[in-house]
């Protein structure tokens, strides 16, 4: 049973990442343009499903707390700071969304505060992976570093290199849903971004090596694990022929691949660890009583139902957004 709420919380992670992040993606994106008409465009791309892509981190918080609370419990104490600051961001970005459209005068206001927000939620997610990678001080499965134990130079590079993936991601997903102007704009983003991306991952790496982080020896035991890194590499050509020959769908499944092998690679690399290298799955899982109650609610109808809701509402709202669909 602890396994099945592994995979769930696992599932709804990487579903977080992928469909928030391209909607946080284009709220940064949207801090780079002062084009009116444009920025319209860009709300419009994400306005049908900005807020159903948040529930999944609903999800993946539930899931902690009721199957993994000792994780819940030590993330909390952690990160404390930096998830009121993510917090912060997601509903600053949330009421600027609505609230631009009331004003005129002062929309400089709410969308200063939609870019800003997205900026700083996307960060503080980069941040706290960086600090999960880098090892948090944990004794005795109790939380031992402070304030700011989760703070580092490592960790700041890994949100900053989080906002370049999420700007990649959301410019592919501009390609897909926008015309004229903004595709064009996105298109001419893309190649920056993807140079940048990859110039971080390469950092990243170099600087793992030579701190001698615990995960880099996992990467060295496990050979099997660079079957991820061959994969996001083949998506990344594939990403890069699509933009060349100006293929409008291919471009964001491609960088969704990419994530997803990045997110394989962590993932494997933790395994069987939900706090690295501190609390094991079975050490962090709840009494299986606890794990079955739940099972039987929001496993086996609530987790299926929100997949479902999912899929429909991507497919409901697939096709390209024209001047009628724009929220203004």
């Known amino acids: 049973m602890a396994l099945f709420w592994?995979?769930?919380?696992?599932?709804?992670?990487?579903?977080?990442?992928?469909?928030?992040?391209?909607?946080?993606?284009?709220?940064?994106?949207?801090?780079?343009?002062?084009?009116?008409?444009r920025r319209r465009g860009m709300i419009g791309a994400v306005a049908p499903v900005w807020d159903g892509n948040e529930t999944w981190l609903v999800v993946t918080g539930v899931v902690l707390w009721g199957a993994f609370p000792i994780v819940y419990a030590t993330l909390l104490s952690a990160f404390y700071l930096p998830l009121l600051l993510m917090l912060a961001g997601l509903i600053l970005r949330g009421v600027a969304f609505e609230?631009?459209?009331?004003?005129?005068?002062?929309?400089?206001?709410?969308?200063?505060?939609?870019?800003?927000?997205?900026?700083?939620?996307?960060?503080?997610?980069?941040?706290?992976?960086?600090?999960?990678?880098e090892g948090l001080p944990v004794a005795n499965g109790h939380y031992t570093g402070g304030d700011f134990g989760w703070f580092s130079p490592f960790a700041v590079l890994c949100g900053i290199g989080l906002c370049v993936g999420y700007m990649l991601l959301g410019a592919c997903w501009l390609v897909r849903k926008c015309e004229a102007d903004i595709r064009d704009t996105a298109y001419r983003q893309i190649p920056y971004l993807s140079v940048s991306l990859l110039a971080f991952?390469?950092?990243?790496?170099?600087?793992?090596?030579?701190?001698?982080?615990?995960?880099?020896?996992?990467?060295?035991?496990?050979?099997?694990?660079?079957?991820?890194?061959?994969?996001?590499?083949?998506?990344?050509?594939?990403?890069a022929i699509s933009v060349r020959s100006r293929r409008d769908g291919p471009p964001f499944h491609m960088v969704t691949l990419i994530f997803a092998a990045a997110f394989g690679t962590l993932a494997i690399s933790f395994w069987p660890y939900m706090?690295?290298?501190?609390?094991?799955?079975?050490?962090?899982?709840?009494?299986?009583?606890?794990?079955?109650?739940?099972?039987?609610?929001?496993?086996?109808?609530?987790?299926?139902?929100?997949?479902?809701?999912?899929?429909?509402?991507?497919t409901v709202f697939n096709g390209k957004v024209t001047s009628s669909d724009q929220h203004y």
């Open 6 to 37: 592994t995979g769930v919380l696992a599932i709804s992670t990487l579903l977080y990442v992928l469909l928030d992040g391209f909607d946080l993606g284009v709220g940064i994106l949207f801090g780079l343009t002062r084009d009116a008409t």
């Open 99 to 133: 609230f631009r459209n009331k004003t005129e005068r002062m929309r400089w206001i709410w969308d200063a505060s939609f870019a800003g927000g997205s900026f700083v939620a996307t960060l503080v997610q980069g941040m706290t992976v960086g600090a999960l990678v």
């Open 201 to 239: 991952l390469i950092v990243v790496f170099a600087y793992a090596l030579a701190k001698d982080f615990p995960v880099t020896a996992r990467w060295l035991e496990r050979p099997y694990l660079f079957v991820f890194p061959v994969i996001g590499v083949a998506a990344a050509i594939a990403l």
């Open 275 to 314: 706090i690295p290298f501190s609390i094991t799955i079975d050490q962090a899982a709840a009494p299986h009583a606890s794990l079955a109650f739940m099972f039987w609610g929001a496993g086996l109808f609530v987790f299926p139902l929100m997949l479902i809701y999912t899929a429909m509402s991507l």
